[in-house]
């Protein structure tokens, strides 16, 4: 997903994501681990989902304690 994309998206919305890529980064962990994987390049397109999500929460937050001062 592009960052576009999530800073349109409110902090709740945000936070469900990062849940789901952080539940997908996982299942290809174990897919990784047992074998299974076909697609290699989805670890680290999930790690830098999360990641970017992780980024634009930390904006929003700034943004709103700057705002609050």
Same mark, same amino acid.
Request: hydrophobic share 40%.
């Given at each position: 997903?592009?960052?576009?994309?999530?800073?349109?998206?409110?902090?709740?919305?945000?936070?469900? *994501?990062? +849940?789901? %890529?952080?539940?997908?980064? !996982?299942? %290809? $962990? !174990?897919?990784? =681990?047992?074998?299974?994987? *076909? /697609?290699? =390049?989805?670890? $680290? /397109?999930?790690? $830098?989902? @999360?990641? $970017? +999500?992780?980024?634009?929460?930390?904006?929003? =937050? @700034? @943004? @709103?304690?700057?705002? *609050?001062?």
């Amino acid at each position: 997903m592009k960052a576009n994309d999530l800073r349109e998206k409110t902090p709740d919305q945000l936070r469900d *994501e990062l +849940v789901k %890529l952080k539940k997908e980064s !996982f299942n %290809l $962990r !174990f897919q990784q =681990a047992t074998g299974q994987m *076909e /697609n290699t =390049a989805g670890i $680290r /397109n999930a790690r $830098r989902g @999360a990641a $970017r +999500v992780k980024t634009i929460l930390n904006q929003k =937050a @700034a @943004a @709103a304690a700057k705002s *609050e001062a």
